[in-house]
C-alpha cells in the first residue's frame, strides 16, 4: 500500500496500529505517519518484544505512551502473546481523542516501515483465516477487511511507510533491523557501528558470540569474525561484507541475545 492510498483509507478506520520495532522505537518509526494521521487515534505497537531488553523497553513504555497508548507484542509462533491489550488500547486511544466507533466493529489499519511486523500481526489478530468481508471503494484494487478474534476488523494490507534513514545514527540501525537493505548503507560501516555500540552496551554478547578477545578493538571485529567462519575471499582476504551481513542475520535472529539499540537516556524522541 503506498502512501496515497494510505491517504485514501484513513478516514475509513477507527484507529491506525502504527508498527515500531522495541530495539529502537524512535529510529522505527516513519514522522510522515504522524503527519499523515492527523487526529486520529494511533496505538504504538512496539513488536519484536522478546528481542529487546525488557527493562529498557519499559522505560520506552514509559517515554514513548505520552503520545498514544503504547502495546508491547510478541508475535513469534507459540510464546506469541495475546492481542487482545491492543483493542484495549484502541478504545482508550478513541477515547483520548474524544471520539466514538461508527456502528459496527471498531476498524484498524496496520502500518510501519518494512520488516517490523505488520503482516505478522494482521495474521495474528485475523487468527490467520484472512476471511475477506468487504472491499472498501476509493483504492484500487480495494483493500479488504478481516474479521479478527477480537472485536473489531483489520484492512488486510499493511501500510508500508519507507523507512527514512536520514542522520548516520538511524541508518545504521534501521539496517540493524533488516528495514533497509544494503542500497540504503554501506554493510561493513553500519556492522562496524552496530559492534561499536554492542560492546559498549553490553560486550559480553558480543564477545560470547563471536569468542572475541578481550582488548579486539571495535574495527577489527569484522576481519576477526571473518577469519573465524571462514569467510575468505580468494587470495585468502578476510570478506569482511560477508561478516557484516553474518552479524546482522544472527543479531535479527535473536542470536545475540536481547538487545535494544535506542537507549532514552540517549535519544530525544520527535514525537
Ligand atoms: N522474534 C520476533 N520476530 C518477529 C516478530 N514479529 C515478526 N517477526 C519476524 O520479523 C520478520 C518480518 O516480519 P513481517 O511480518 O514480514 O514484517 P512486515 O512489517 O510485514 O515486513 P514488510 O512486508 O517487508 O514491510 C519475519 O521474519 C517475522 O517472523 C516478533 O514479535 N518477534
Ligand atoms: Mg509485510
Redesign the pocket.
Known amino acids: 500500500m503506498t502512501e496515497r492510498n494510505l491517504r485514501h483509507l484513513l478516514p475509513e478506520v477507527d484507529v491506525v496500529w502504527e ?1 515500531a520495532d522495541a530495539r529502537c522505537p524512535v529510529a522505527s518509526r516513519n514522522a510522515r505517519l504522524l503527519r499523515l494521521c492527523g487526529d486520529k487515534p494511533r496505538v504504538l505497537v512496539l ?5 529487546a531488553e525488557m527493562d529498557v523497553t519499559s522505560l520506552w513504555q514509559e517515554r514513548l505512551c505520552v503520545g498514544q497508548p503504547v502495546v508491547l ?4 509462533g507459540a510464546r ?1 502473546t495475546d492481542v487482545g491489550p491492543l483493542w484495549r488500547a484502541s478504545r482508550q486511544a478513541l477515547r483520548r481523542q474524544g471520539k466514538s466507533t461508527r456502528p459496527g466493529p471498531m476498524r484498524a489499519l496496520v502500518a ?12 495474528r489478530v485475523s487468527g490467520g483465516r484472512h476471511l475477506a468481508v468487504g472491499a472498501r471503494p476509493g483504492v484500487t484494487r480495494g483493500p479488504q477487511w478481516l474479521h479478527t478474534e477480537g472485536e473489531g476488523m483489520v484492512c488486510d494490507l ?1 501500510g ?1 511507510l519507507p523507512a527514512r534513514v536520514g542522520q548516520w545514527p538511524v541508518a545504521w540501525r534501521l539496517w540493524s533491523i ?1 528495514a533497509v537493505g544494503p542500497e540504503a548503507v554501506d554493510e561493513e560501516v553500519a556492522a562496524e557501528d552496530l559492534v561499536r555500540f554492542c560492546l559498549g552496551h553490553r560486550p559480553a554478547a558480543m564477545q560470547d558470540r563471536y569468542t572475541l578477545p578481550a582488548d579486539v578493538a571495535s574495527e577489527e571485529v569484522l576481519r576477526w569474525i571473518a577469519g573465524r567462519r571462514g569467510l575468505v575471499q580468494s587470495g585468502g582476504v578476510p570478506d569482511t561484507r560477508a561478516a557484516a551481513q553474518l552479524i546482522a542475520s544472527e543479531f ?3 542470536l545475540l541475545g536481547r538487545l535494544s539499540l535506542e537507549l532514552p537516556e540517549d535519544v530525544v524522541p520527535g514525537g
Do not use: E, F, H, Y
Open positions: 508498527v513488536s519484536k518484544s522478546d528481542l507484542l510478541d508475535l513469534r506469541a510501519g516501515i518494512p520488516n517490523v511486523g505488520k503482516s505478522t500481526l494482521l495474521n499493511p508500508v533488516g535479527r535472529r535473536g
